[in-house]
């Protein structure tokens, strides 16, 4: 039988230890082309895996510009000579991407020479990749929606949601993303989210305690 899409495409998720936050990195593979996802204290595993697997980064894909999830982006782009993209209300995090506890104070500048807009579809190895805007955790929070899989930052995490008690961190707002942007996805969805293990939107729409689904109230 001949192998469908999503057959061919990987996605391998790299922990940093620290923060217990997600890189990820997308490929398919029958092609040396990759993705990668919010590259952080663990870029060196991440430099690494793609290595192994003789993969080239194409693009790096910002879900936001918090600290956790961005401090790799200069080792990335200076091994794979690419480009980082983010959404422009979450750039000027950028300058202070390292003001975290146990994120080295000399790094490189973190640049994302590209802009992410909502709504936004660019086309990747045959495969669509949308651009869902999902404000809350930050101004300028993203989404990545993959075929049936969702790359969610810190937006929505198994029985959880992004805390809101940080700069351009707004609850309400939150709540709207999720409710009318994340549920509105369908439930079979596998999210992938910036923190701990992967879920599916059926599952947080029903048992997520902080936004349940008006239908299992």
Known sequence: MTETLRDLVELAVVVDDNFDQNSYVLHRRDTDAALVFDPGLQHPRTLALLEKNNLRCERVLLTHGHPDHVNGVPAVIAAHRCEAAIHPDDRPMLDFATRLPGVPDD?????????????????????????????????????????????????????????TDLPGGSWETLMFSIQNTLYALPPETVVYPGHGPRTTIRDEMQYNPFVVHPRYR
């Open 107 to 163: 790094l490189p500048p973190i640049v994302a020479s590209l802009d992410l807009s909502d709504g936004e579809v660019f086309r990747w190895q045959d495969l669509d990749v949308k651009v869902m805007h999902t404000p809350g955790h930050t101004q300028g929070s993203v989404c990545f929606l993959v075929g049936r899989d969702l790359i969610a930052g810190d937006t929505l995490f198994q029985r959880s949601v992004g805390r």
